[in-house]
């Protein structure tokens, strides 16, 4: 086991940024950690979730799954249903990625889900095996939060585990755990739309700084006391917005 672990999340397609971050990934001393949506509103999802895909095959990478890697693998099973809310998410960014630009204007979303299932085949079959939380000394790793009502928090719901917001944030932790997560952006949390910093409530730590929003991207680095470094990056590019 590694000595410390090195937690990223909410990449949302900006390569380039998760380039950075990665710069600073010692393998010989960091369990990697990423903590889901790699995709969507980003211009390079696909880039990002073969890398994805890499890091756990080469580096022995833990990925958990995101409400974004759950949209994708819905619309693919879904298209009809889906396409539309997909879309307004960020989801064109993704097909377009995987597919080549205007593919979402060029093909039915049957069309798509069927040529995306065909060429991605390993892909889609990684993600469709993603974990949901990770477990590492006294913390825990998940891309939303945990229910917080439970006795036990291992019987959260599936879909809490990649959605849920105001009952975690909210509620009172006492899993003896501390609880990291991305999902729901640090400028919201700390209610001013615009401080990026990571945000701390109750042994809680929300690492996702908002940066497809114009925010920014965190990799945290902890031991198993503390939290030991956090390393930030600004998205230079400005804020993605959706293509109505």
Not at 5 to 18: C, E, M, R
Not at 131 to 148: N, Q, R
Not at 171 to 189: A, D, R
Not at 197 to 202: I, P, Q, V
Request: glycine share 10%; charged share 25%; aromatic share 12%.
């Amino acid at each position: 086991m590694k000595s410390l672990v090195y937690v990223i999340s909410d990449i949302h397609g900006q390569l380039d940024l998760f380039q950075q971050l990665l710069r600073d990934f010692d393998p010989m001393l960091h369990q990697l950690v990423l903590i889901g949506d790699l995709n969507d509103r980003g211009p390079r999802s696909k880039e990002c979730l073969l890398l994805g895909m890499e890091l756990v095959q080469k580096q022995g990478c833990i990925y958990l799954r995101g409400n974004h890697e759950q949209y994708l693998l819905q619309f693919l099973q879904d298209p009809e249903e889906i396409a539309e809310r997909y879309w307004l998410n960020g989801g064109k960014e993704t097909v377009n990625s995987l597919l080549h630009p205007g593919a979402t204007q060029e093909y039915s979303p049957t069309e798509i889900a069927l040529m995306i299932r065909s060429r991605y085949k390993e892909l889609i079959q990684f993600l469709t095996d993603l974990p949901y939380y990770y477990e590492w000394e006294k913390y825990v790793f998940v891309h939303a939060g945990i229910d917080l009502t439970k006795a036990d928090w291992h019987q959260t719901s599936l879909r809490d585990f990649i959605w849920i917001r105001e009952p975690f944030l909210n509620g009172k932790n006492h899993t003896g755990k501390v609880i990291v997560f991305g999902h729901t952006i640090t400028p919201s949390l700390h209610g001013d739309g615009q401080t990026t910093d990571l945000w701390f409530s109750d042994d809680k730590i929300g690492i996702d700084g908002g940066a497809i929003f114009g925010g920014s991207v965190h990799g945290v680095i902890f031991n198993p006391e503390r939290l030991i470094q956090d390393i930030e990056y600004q998205n230079m590019k400005g804020p993605w917005k959706p293509d109505f």
